[in-house]
């Protein structure tokens, strides 16, 4: 079960149960969500018995959402069901749906007045399946609930007594007499009296279940002495028997079922009534003790359990939940399959790039074609973009699947199979330099292996791709798939990037008339719908303006409300139908749904905006709890979604039944995902979320967010930072809100109340937090994150800073130099100068009065300076500063050689290039060759480490001796750099083709200088030819070497003329 949220359905009678309640909700839930958080964990009860208002049950479908409530549950941890059983049994409600002929068995039985008011209020409709009666929605003296009342209790009495009489099947007389209390029972306990089509779902998936579920489950069965009943109350003196037994006696009956598949955690009592409102409640505390007993227990259980569980399971577990979802409602794209199947099949040894525009049914396809592609000999590996919030950049995917192939090879190894561990993977690498030696690593892959990648267009930040072969080994195949969509260009560079590292591109061709038909069929039938063949032909009618699965995926959520008789526009109304519509495109469809949230479905339009706002906003998305937990956080907007009193005891927190009808309805377009080990709701399609931006006051709703998650923080800053979400919820949102709106004014005030919280333990977590996500988003090619974040850190460690010089001064002057890092990268060099000043600046003065402590990072903080103004052409104060620290830099690498090399051949390095720079040649050569000395030792004791320095000394090197009129040493310099990068290369082509390039164009200048221009040239070609195979021909530097080659031949052909 892929979440960390314990969503218990509290299942019972209403008015009878309400001091149970109220202990529940006052007494015992508060203490289980302090003890799941500090466990790492969330707990959601879900009680439907208060907050119903009069229009969400005017659809009929009451019993539908209570039901629904308890499945979702049932696919959380355990426990998930709670029930209370007392001595009344409860309202009963009627069916929503009667087939045809049991209908009309029952119609014959009647007499024509009951007949009259059945057929009232009960239509056939030949799109529900099989075709049946559908009781009609309330509307006009029946929308208020004493008219409706009476109404009700006659179709109960008519239908009772029908069915009594007839001669139906046990199993399809349930539905007349079950109450919606044991209906939940029946779909809430396995199995209470047999299993129901969604357990028997549930159970394929999870066999023991069938065995486990019931120890997992609390019972509390309460007694009255019925001698002592005084009123309705609590033990129902009504007369009326349905099947012979009285209400009283159905409740007997209902309470002895369930203490008999409940053989463990019951707790029953006994009591009397001591007046018409109220019982002797001596056995509440009891009631109390018990239950908190019985979660706390379960929780335990859980976290043992979850210790058990790697991240690299868990990050399967939920690519895998993903996939099965994606493959749910799959029909036609036949061709491309195929294609699919005809790529692993062959010896194509290119990456097969799949593509196609927004809503095409990509991630269904690769989806599909996983669940085809199973091999005994081939191992399959995969990940869908954005299906967690780890697998966001291209590192963070890649991590993983070599992480999940080192799985593998480790298990062959026991089982006494060869196998190589991959290395680690180093965190400290630049995109580029990880992309260079994950291409080495595909390369040198022996196993027989296919990879997919799903999405590519939802990475957060630029890849050109260059870990992806051009060429695969024999036995790896890559399967990636792509946005082509020409209204979301910058999302589709993506694909462009792709078609420079392979050739082998598929099209996903057009949804068809024919897929379109089978797919909405398939997806209303899921619903236990149809459409008649006029209505299906309009839907193709307007399908075709867009002929994308997503257009049906969404058309299907407005077409299983048609019912046979409604008809379109155009199209004569009958007496009982309406005329309905359906847009024509892709963005209308959508925003016509938003729009029947709350016209057609009787939701607040506030509600509405703020959920799909909060989701839209959060970018990683909320879990459930999170989600309800920043709605209750604003009571004067709970008052006007639920103006009426929720709960004598809890009057500022949304009924859960208001937000379970919307979830229900929005289901079909919230995806999940996981992310600190939990389940997390998202808006799954770009265009969805794109709809949800446009609506009205998103930034507002942006705010309210803000402002909501501060007032949980204040509440939660004595828990530890790692035991819940909302620091990170509250730095995701305040660096979204800046990206979207630049308000740079409330971005201060956000930081602001950072630095006045009281907490300093978690104030120092949340900029550590800050300051970690930023770096790594730099890592993983994220510079906008990485700025953003950065930036919220440094303006709240500024503001700490201010406050308290001593406590702060560490983390705010890391700060500044990891922004300063972020922004050199995106060539805001000015800025970076601006941080690094004020770094060294402030650094300077610690290391005037403790050098032990801050010489370090006081020399540390020179170089980097040195570093960005040399980027700007700004030398001379530099010059003096490195120059001083060089002599006291050399000395403490003398001590210690591991901890300073990096240091110190780097500030000679840097050095020498400034005094190139303002024509101190000589003294830039003599610097060159003190730091060779030291480099080339360096270099033997560690090859790897110190390769790179190596070769960008001698490029300078080599630069340097033709400024000072040495080109044959400088020639010779050239030489020894590719000899030093063709075995490389050789062995690792993505990880040293630019270097290579690089130093093959360099030799080629220097034989030029020297007259040797069809050796030149030829080296020149050869550079060419690299750079073609590693990068593609639209590569700036293919083009730069392209124009050298053509003027080389052109120099050639001039000489041969002239000697001619």
Request: glycine residues 4%; hydrophobic residues 35%; aromatic residues 10%.
């Given at each position: 079960?892929?979440?960390?949220?314990f969503?218990l359905?509290i299942?019972?009678?209403?008015?009878?149960?309400?001091?149970?309640r109220d202990r529940l909700q006052?007494?015992v839930?508060?203490?289980?969500e302090i003890?799941?958080?500090?466990?790492?964990y969330?707990?959601?009860?879900i009680?439907?018995?208060?907050?119903v208002?009069?229009?969400?049950q005017?659809?009929q479908?009451?019993?539908?959402?209570?039901?629904?409530?308890?499945?979702t549950?049932k696919?959380?941890?355990h426990p998930?069901?709670?029930?209370?059983?007392g001595?009344?049994?409860?309202?009963?409600p009627?069916?929503?749906?009667i087939?045809?002929?049991?209908?009309?068995?029952?119609?014959a039985?009647i007499?024509p007045?009951?007949q009259?008011v059945l057929l009232?209020?009960?239509k056939?409709?030949l799109?529900q399946?099989?075709a049946?009666?559908?009781?009609?929605e309330r509307?006009?003296?029946?929308?208020?609930?004493e008219e409706?009342?009476k109404v009700?209790e006659?179709?109960?009495r008519i239908?009772?007594?029908?069915?009594?009489?007839?001669?139906l099947?046990?199993?399809?007389?349930?539905k007349y007499?079950?109450?919606?209390?044991?209906?939940?029972v029946?779909?809430?306990?396995?199995?209470y009296?047999?299993?129901t089509?969604?357990?028997?779902?549930?159970l394929?998936k999870?066999?023991?279940?069938?065995n486990?579920?019931?120890?997992?489950?609390?019972g509390?069965l309460r007694?009255?002495?019925?001698e002592?009943r005084?009123s309705?109350?609590?033990?129902n003196?009504?007369?009326?028997?349905?099947?012979?037994?009285s209400?009283y006696?159905?409740?007997q009956?209902f309470?002895?079922?369930?203490k008999?598949?409940?053989?463990e955690?019951?707790l029953?009592?006994?009591?009397?009534q001591?007046?018409?409102e109220s019982?002797?409640?001596?056995?509440?505390d009891?009631?109390?003790?018990?239950?908190?007993?019985f979660?706390?227990?379960?929780?335990?259980?859980?976290k043992?359990?979850?210790e058990?569980?790697s991240?690299?399971?868990?990050?399967?577990q939920?690519?895998?939940?993903?996939?099965?979802?994606k493959?749910?409602?799959?029909i036609?794209?036949?061709?491309?399959?195929?294609s699919?199947?005809e790529y692993l099949?062959n010896?194509d040894?290119?990456p097969?790039i799949?593509h196609?525009?927004?809503g095409?049914?990509?991630?269904?396809?690769?989806a599909?074609?996983?669940?085809e592609?199973?091999?005994?000999?081939?191992?399959?590996l995969?990940r869908f973009?954005g299906a967690?919030?780890n697998?966001?950049?291209?590192?963070?995917?890649?991590?993983?699947l070599?992480?999940e192939?080192?799985?593998?090879?480790?298990e062959n190894?026991?089982?006494?199979?060869?196998g190589?561990?991959?290395d680690?993977?180093?965190k400290?690498?630049s995109f580029?330099?990880?992309?260079?030696?994950?291409?080495?690593?595909?390369?040198?892959?022996?196993?027989?292996i296919i990879i997919?990648?799903?999405?590519?267009?939802?990475?957060?930040?630029d890849?050109?791709?260059?870990w992806?072969?051009t060429?695969?080994?024999t036995?790896?195949?890559?399967?990636?798939?792509a946005?082509?969509?020409k209204?979301?260009?910058?999302?589709?560079?993506?694909?462009?990037?792709?078609?420079a590292r392979?050739?082998n591109?598929?099209?996903?061709?057009?949804f068809?008339d024919e897929d379109a038909?089978?797919?909405?069929?398939k997806?209303?039938?899921?619903e236990?719908?149809?459409l008649?063949?006029h209505?299906?032909?309009?839907?193709?009618?307007?399908?075709?303006?867009?002929s994308?699965p997503?257009?049906v995926?969404?058309?299907?959520?407005?077409?299983?409300?048609?019912?046979?008789f409604d008809?379109?526009?155009?199209?004569e109304?009958s007496?009982?139908?309406?005329?309905?519509h359906?847009?024509r495109?892709?963005?209308d469809?959508i925003s016509?749904f938003?729009k029947?949230?709350?016209e057609?479905?009787?939701?607040?339009?506030?509600?509405?905006?703020?959920?799909?706002?909060y989701?839209?906003?959060?970018?990683d998305?909320l879990?459930?709890?999170?989600l309800?937990?920043?709605?209750d956080?604003?009571p004067?907007?709970v008052n006007?979604?639920?103006p009426?009193p929720?709960h004598?005891?809890?009057?500022?927190?949304l009924?859960?039944?208001i937000?379970a009808?919307?979830?229900?309805?929005?289901?079909?377009f919230?995806?999940k995902?996981r992310?600190?080990?939990?389940?997390?709701l998202y808006l799954?399609?770009?265009e969805?979320?794109?709809?949800?931006?446009?609506?009205?006051?998103?930034?507002?709703?942006?705010?309210?967010m803000?402002?909501?998650?501060?007032?949980?923080?204040?509440?939660n800053?004595?828990?530890?930072?790692?035991?819940n979400?909302?620091?990170k919820?509250?730095?995701a949102l305040?660096?979204?809100?800046?990206?979207?709106?630049?308000?740079?004014?409330?971005?201060?005030?956000?930081?602001?109340?950072?630095?006045?919280?009281?907490s300093?333990?978690?104030?120092n977590?949340y900029v550590s937090f800050?300051?970690?996500?930023?770096?790594?988003?730099e890592?993983?090619?994220?510079s906008?994150d990485?700025?953003n974040y950065?930036?919220?850190?440094?303006?709240t460690?500024?503001m700490l800073?201010n406050?308290?010089?001593?406590?702060?001064?560490?983390?705010?002057?890391?700060?500044?130099?990891?922004?300063?890092?972020?922004?050199?990268?995106?060539?805001r060099?000015?800025?970076?100068?601006?941080l690094?000043?004020?770094?060294l600046k402030i650094?300077?003065?610690?290391y005037e009065?403790?050098?032990?402590?801050w010489?370090?990072?006081?020399?540390?903080?020179?170089?980097?300076?040195?570093?960005s103004?040399y980027?700007?052409n700004?030398?001379t104060?530099?010059?003096?500063?490195l120059?001083e620290?060089?002599?006291?830099?050399?000395s403490?690498?003398?001590?210690?050689?591991?901890?300073w090399a990096?240091?110190?051949?780097?500030?000679?390095g840097?050095?020498a290039l400034?005094?190139?720079r303002i024509?101190?040649i000589?003294?830039?050569?003599?610097?060159?060759?003190?730091c060779?000395?030291?480099?080339s030792?360096?270099?033997q004791?560690?090859k790897d480490?110190?390769?790179?320095?190596?070769?960008?000394?001698?490029?300078?090197?080599?630069?340097?001796?033709?400024l000072?009129?040495?080109?044959?040493?400088?020639?010779?310099?050239?030489?020894?750099?590719?000899?030093l990068?063709?075995?490389r290369?050789?062995?690792?082509?993505?990880?040293?083709?630019r270097?290579y390039?690089d130093?093959?164009?360099?030799?080629?200048?220097?034989?030029a200088?020297?007259?040797?221009?069809?050796?030149?040239?030829?080296?020149?070609?050869?550079a060419y030819e690299i750079?073609l195979?590693?990068y593609?021909?639209?590569?700036p530097?293919?083009?730069?070497l392209?124009?050298k080659?053509k003027?080389?031949?052109?120099?050639?052909?001039?000489k041969?003329?002239?000697?001619l």
């Amino acid at each position: 079960m892929c979440n960390k949220t314990f969503r218990l359905f509290i299942s019972s009678t209403f008015n009878d149960f309400q001091r149970e309640r109220d202990r529940l909700q006052t007494e015992v839930f508060p203490e289980i969500e302090i003890y799941a958080q500090e466990k790492g964990y969330n707990f959601q009860p879900i009680d439907l018995r208060w907050g119903v208002n009069e229009e969400a049950q005017l659809d009929q479908k009451t019993l539908a959402l209570c039901l629904g409530e308890v499945q979702t549950c049932k696919t959380h941890l355990h426990p998930n069901f709670l029930i209370m059983a007392g001595d009344r049994y409860g309202w009963t409600p009627l069916p929503y749906a009667i087939e045809q002929n049991e209908f009309e068995t029952l119609l014959a039985l009647i007499d024509p007045k009951d007949q009259e008011v059945l057929l009232e209020w009960y239509k056939k409709d030949l799109n529900q399946l099989p075709a049946s009666y559908i009781i009609k929605e309330r509307s006009g003296n029946f929308v208020d609930h004493e008219e409706w009342d009476k109404v009700e209790e006659k179709l109960r009495r008519i239908l009772q007594t029908a069915v009594d009489i007839a001669e139906l099947p046990e199993e399809d007389k349930s539905k007349y007499i079950l109450s919606a209390t044991e209906a939940e029972v029946l779909e809430g306990i396995f199995p209470y009296l047999k299993h129901t089509p969604f357990q028997t779902s549930l159970l394929k998936k999870s066999p023991d279940l069938g065995n486990t579920d019931t120890q997992h489950i609390f019972g509390f069965l309460r007694d009255i002495d019925i001698e002592s009943r005084q009123s309705d109350k609590f033990i129902n003196g009504a007369s009326e028997k349905t099947e012979g037994k009285s209400d009283y006696e159905k409740a007997q009956g209902f309470k002895a079922r369930i203490k008999e598949v409940l053989p463990e955690n019951v707790l029953q009592v006994k009591t009397t009534q001591k007046d018409k409102e109220s019982l002797n409640e001596a056995y509440l505390d009891e009631f109390e003790e018990k239950i908190k007993t019985f979660l706390l227990g379960q929780i335990d259980s859980q976290k043992e359990q979850d210790e058990q569980s790697s991240q690299l399971l868990k990050e399967q577990q939920a690519q895998t939940y993903f996939a099965q979802q994606k493959r749910q409602d799959f029909i036609g794209q036949e061709a491309t399959l195929a294609s699919i199947r005809e790529y692993l099949g062959n010896d194509d040894t290119r990456p097969l790039i799949i593509h196609g525009p927004s809503g095409s049914g990509k991630s269904a396809i690769m989806a599909h074609a996983i669940k085809e592609t199973t091999s005994d000999n081939r191992k399959i590996l995969y990940r869908f973009i954005g299906a967690t919030p780890n697998t966001s950049s291209s590192k963070e995917i890649l991590t993983s699947l070599f992480a999940e192939l080192k799985s593998i090879r480790n298990e062959n190894e026991k089982n006494g199979k060869p196998g190589t561990l991959l290395d680690e993977i180093k965190k400290e690498e630049s995109f580029e330099d990880f992309s260079y030696r994950i291409h080495s690593e595909i390369m040198r892959l022996k196993e027989n292996i296919i990879i997919f990648i799903d999405a590519v267009d939802q990475l957060a930040h630029d890849d050109q791709f260059i870990w992806l072969p051009t060429d695969l080994p024999t036995n790896v195949k890559v399967i990636i798939s792509a946005l082509d969509d020409k209204n979301y260009k910058g999302d589709s560079r993506y694909f462009q990037a792709l078609t420079a590292r392979s050739s082998n591109i598929q099209e996903i061709p057009p949804f068809t008339d024919e897929d379109a038909r089978k797919l909405i069929r398939k997806c209303l039938q899921n619903e236990g719908r149809k459409l008649q063949q006029h209505q299906e032909d309009y839907f193709i009618e307007q399908f075709n303006y867009s002929s994308t699965p997503l257009f049906v995926a969404v058309a299907a959520q407005n077409l299983k409300h048609w019912r046979s008789f409604d008809v379109y526009e155009g199209k004569e109304k009958s007496d009982e139908g309406i005329t309905r519509h359906l847009p024509r495109g892709q963005q209308d469809l959508i925003s016509d749904f938003i729009k029947n949230l709350c016209e057609q479905n009787h939701h607040k339009e506030e509600l509405v905006n703020k959920v799909l706002g909060y989701l839209h906003a959060s970018r990683d998305g909320l879990s459930e709890s999170e989600l309800l937990n920043l709605i209750d956080a604003d009571p004067t907007f709970v008052n006007v979604v639920a103006p009426a009193p929720p709960h004598p005891k809890n009057t500022t927190k949304l009924p859960i039944v208001i937000w379970a009808r919307l979830h229900t309805q929005i289901k079909p377009f919230i995806g999940k995902r996981r992310k600190d080990g939990d389940e997390l709701l998202y808006l799954f399609h770009r265009e969805f979320s794109d709809a949800v931006g446009k609506l009205n006051g998103q930034q507002n709703e942006h705010e309210a967010m803000i402002t909501n998650t501060q007032e949980i923080i204040l509440c939660n800053q004595n828990l530890e930072f790692k035991k819940n979400r909302w620091g990170k919820i509250y730095a995701a949102l305040i660096t979204g809100h800046y990206s979207f709106y630049k308000k740079r004014s409330l971005q201060k005030m956000n930081a602001e109340f950072i630095a006045n919280l009281k907490s300093n333990e978690w104030k120092n977590s949340y900029v550590s937090f800050l300051l970690k996500k930023g770096s790594t988003y730099e890592i993983l090619n994220k510079s906008r994150d990485s700025i953003n974040y950065l930036e919220s850190c440094k303006l709240t460690l500024s503001m700490l800073y201010n406050e308290d010089h001593e406590k702060w001064v560490s983390e705010y002057t890391d700060v500044l130099a990891n922004l300063a890092h972020s922004y050199n990268s995106v060539s805001r060099t000015e800025e970076a100068i601006s941080l690094e000043e004020e770094r060294l600046k402030i650094i300077k003065k610690l290391y005037e009065s403790d050098s032990d402590t801050w010489e370090e990072k006081y020399i540390e903080a020179i170089i980097y300076l040195s570093l960005s103004n040399y980027r700007l052409n700004i030398f001379t104060k530099e010059v003096d500063s490195l120059a001083e620290i060089l002599p006291r830099l050399k000395s403490l690498y003398i001590e210690n050689q591991i901890k300073w090399a990096k240091k110190f051949t780097r500030a000679l390095g840097t050095l020498a290039l400034f005094m190139k720079r303002i024509d101190q040649i000589k003294l830039a050569a003599h610097l060159e060759r003190e730091c060779y000395e030291e480099l080339s030792k360096l270099y033997q004791l560690n090859k790897d480490q110190w390769i790179d320095d190596l070769i960008n000394l001698k490029m300078n090197m080599a630069e340097t001796h033709h400024l000072i009129g040495q080109p044959d040493i400088a020639l010779h310099v050239d030489e020894e750099c590719v000899e030093l990068i063709e075995p490389r290369y050789q062995s690792s082509p993505a990880r040293w083709g630019r270097r290579y390039t690089d130093a093959l164009t360099n030799q080629a200048t220097s034989l030029a200088l020297f007259g040797r221009i069809d050796a030149a040239r030829e080296i020149q070609e050869k550079a060419y030819e690299i750079c073609l195979k590693s990068y593609g021909e639209n590569d700036p530097r293919c083009i730069e070497l392209a124009n050298k080659v053509k003027i080389s031949k052109k120099v050639q052909k001039q000489k041969r003329e002239d000697s001619l």
